[in-house]
Every structure is written in structure tokens, then in C-alpha cells.
Nanobody, 122 residues
Framework: QVQLVDSGGGLVQTGNSLKLSCAASGRNLSTFTTAWFRQAPGKERKFVAVISGREADTHYADSVKGRFTISRVDANNTVHLQMDSLKPEDTAVYYC???????????????WGQGTQVTVFS
């Protein structure tokens, strides 16, 4: 019942910033848990950040804590991921996803965006 379109990826140098966007249609993100995951080639899809539907509570993976910020703009039904101080280890395809209940495991999320590539070079 939810369609997601994620965007904002690109090629950046170490230390620079990117802002990813996840635009939703069909249902309001304020009623869902929305998360960002990332997957590098040959690696498992990993949790990055999550924001809850009502209170907009947030939680982050240790690897991005203090550098990434997840937020939601209800008027646009969009969730963002602000990524600062990027490192080569952040290189991956980033996906947004929604779940009806709070979760951080990929298998718990029902709807996914198509993914946007983030590449960080030294």
C-alpha cells in the first residue's frame, strides 16, 4: 500500500556530505516506521537509521552515530537521511523501507525503495 522513491546518492570525496530523500505515496509515513539500509557488493543488507511514525523517535547504527541524521517532513511525506563526514566505508546502495511496526531488521520491512548509490572516495 506504500510506494517509495529514494534519491540523492552520488559520488563524493571523504569528509563531504550527501542528503538522501525517501518520498512516499499511498500512505502517510507518520503511521509507519521508516528506515534506511545499505548494501555493499557481496555484503548483507545492513541497518543504518530508523524513525518511528508518531513521535519520530530515532535510532542509529553505531557505525553512523554522530554523522548521520534521519528526519521526516510530514507536509511532503518524505524521510531524509543527512550524511555528514562521509567515509569510504559508507560506500553502498542505500534503500529506504517502511514497516507497520517498529523494527530494525530488513526482513521486518514490507515496502522498499529502488535504492540510490552512494560512493565515497579517498
Amino acid at each position: 500500500q506504500v510506494q517509495l522513491v529514494d534519491s540523492g546518492g552520488g559520488l563524493v570525496q571523504t569528509g563531504n556530505s550527501l542528503k538522501l530523500s525517501c518520498a512516499a505515496s499511498g500512505r502517510n509515513l507518520s503511521t509507519f516506521t521508516t528506515a534506511w539500509f545499505r548494501q555493499a557488493p557481496g555484503k548483507e543488507r545492513k541497518f543504518v537509521a530508523v524513525i518511528s511514525g508518531r513521535e519520530a523517535d530515532t535510532h542509529y547504527a553505531d557505525s553512523v552515530k554522530g554523522r548521520f541524521t534521519i528526519s521526516r517532513v510530514d507536509a511532503n511525506n518524505t524521510v531524509h537521511l543527512q550524511m555528514d563526514s562521509l567515509k569510504p566505508e559508507d560506500t553502498a546502495v542505500y534503500y529506504c523501507a517502511v514497516a507497520g511496526r517498529f523494527a530494525i531488521l530488513p526482513g521486518s520491512f514490507d515496502y522498499w525503495g529502488q535504492g540510490t548509490q552512494v560512493t565515497v572516495f579517498s
